[in-house]
């Protein structure tokens, strides 16, 4: 059973930056650094829907809406993702959440929610 935990989540002010940490624990037959890893967020009253994700090879896909200013990245000695969001804007109010896909390789990254393992989230909160 794999366990995903986010961190990070604050309030900011616009133009802000934050660091979004998620950590993957628990064991399957699969090793976490080819799992599918990916970003979602959900705003009220809205869809959830895909941030960043990322495959086993670090290759990396956006939404339009914070391309050029989230970063995906992934570290699998420590087995955690971070999203790191610069030139935060009101809109990317939501809640942040992190998922896990665990398979023998992850050879492209993909933002639908075909997802098995999820976090509980993290707030983060931009202030105009």
């Known amino acids: 059973q794999v366990q995903v935990e986010e961190s990070g989540g604050d309030s900011v002010n616009t133009g802000g930056s934050l660091t979004l940490s998620c950590a993957v624990s628990?064991?399957?037959?699969?090793?976490?650094?080819?799992?599918?890893m990916g970003w979602f967020r959900q705003a009220p009253g809205k869809e959830r829907e895909g941030v960043a994700g990322?495959?086993?090879?670090?290759?990396?896909i956006y939404a339009d809406s914070v391309k050029g200013r989230f970063t995906v990245s992934r570290d699998n000695v420590k087995r955690t993702l971070y999203l790191q969001m610069n030139s935060l804007k009101p809109e990317d109010t939501a809640m942040y959440y992190c998922?896990?896909?665990?398979?023998?390789?992850?050879?492209?990254?993909?933002?639908?929610?075909?997802?098995?393992?999820w976090g509980r989230g993290t707030q983060v909160t931009v202030s105009s």
């Open positions: 998922a896990a896909e665990p398979m023998r390789y992850c050879s492209g990254p993909y933002l639908d929610p075909a997802y098995n393992y």
């Open positions: 628990g064991d399957t037959k699969y090793t976490y650094n080819k799992y599918c």
């Open positions: 990322i495959d086993a090879d670090g290759s990396t």
